[in-house]
């Protein structure tokens, strides 16, 4: 059974930085499509991120402050988020689907396999 663990969640101020770590277990699809969403209470789940086989892509609320990267070799994505804001406060999921390519721009059913969460807490 394919297990998706995030970590490194925290509470940090306005700012600040923080990196998430997803480590897959159980998941033999090297270098797939895998992606960032987040959650706040009482909104939606938004798409953050993704890495896959082509170049990485961002939500514009994301861009030019986060960045994404894998190292197959563990089987881990990592999320790196600076200049942080109170609006990125929210619970953070990893996804991912079998395939290498990501679709643009994604959506929640695009994903297979998704992890519990981490949360971010940005203060002002």
């Known amino acids: 059974q394919v297990q998706l663990v995030e970590s490194g969640g925290g509470s940090v101020q306005a700012g600040g930085s923080l990196r998430l770590s997803c480590a897959a277990t159980?998941?033999?699809?090297?270098?797939?499509?895998m992606a960032w969403f987040r959650q706040a209470p009482g909104k939606e789940r938004d798409w953050v991120a993704q890495?896959?086989?082509?170049?990485?892509y961002f939500a514009d609320s994301a861009k030019g402050r986060f960045t994404i990267s894998r190292d197959n070799a563990k089987n881990t994505v990592y999320l790196h988020m600076n200049s942080l804001k109170p609006e990125d406060t929210a619970m953070y999921y990893c996804?991912?689907?079998?395939?290498?390519?990501?679709?643009?721009?994604?959506?929640?059913?695009?994903?297979?396999?998704w992890g519990q969460g981490t949360q971010v807490t940005v203060s002002s």
């Open positions: 159980n998941y033999a699809y090297s270098g797939a499509c």
């Open positions: 996804a991912a689907r079998d395939s290498r390519w990501c679709s643009y721009p994604p959506t929640a059913l695009d994903f297979t396999y």
């Open positions: 890495i896959g086989a082509g170049s990485p």
